[in-house]
């Protein structure tokens, strides 16, 4: 449920404001101003984004390690996205470090501004670049197949046509989310 309600409308709100980099430098950097401005920014941060993803995180290694992968044995569908669900929660983990420190960290640390202009100069770098893109990729097919099992493991999904409608509709809306994101990171190195 952690990955639903804290991070995933968190993931949401990221995207949306990500899509402003979609409208230029200015529109983008009135977004994160706006969202820097906000009342107990930090506290929120901490509160609502920061602790719930390390306490997901530290679920998922642990269901991780712990967990039966039969997918040798038994390379069902449903196998294979238990097991990429693992691998992507993983490479997510490791994605939001690296985001959250060359941001966030970097401007409390150093004080680094978040702009427009410091995302397209980290962007500019090809291997930041594509691992932002990997990073991306894992976050979208970790939200979305994570997304279509709350909903069949919390009984909102029981019917396997139900199950086949939100699989499509999880899908599309990470792809959708993924395309913003892509679109974003490529404006970012023009």
Known sequence: ???VFPIGFFLLEHMFSNFYILRGP??????????????????????FIGLPILY??????????????NLAWYPYPENWLYSLQRWTGLGTFAYVIYHVWQTRIANILYGAEVSFARMAALMQDPVNFWFYILGLTAVMFHF????????????VTTSALSRRISGGTCALLGLALYMIGVNALIRLVK
Not at 26 to 47: D, H, K, S, W
Not at 56 to 69: E, F, Q, R
């Open 56 to 69: 997901h995180a530290g679920y998922g290694i642990y269901v991780t390690v712990t967990g039966k992968n």
């Open 1 to 3: 449920m952690s990955g």
């Open 26 to 47: 200015a529109a983008y950097n009135r977004q994160i101003a706006f969202l820097q401005g906000l009342p107990f920014v930090a506290f929120m941060e901490i509160t």
């Open 144 to 155: 979305a197949n994570g997304l279509w099992g709350f909903l069949i493991s919390w009984g």
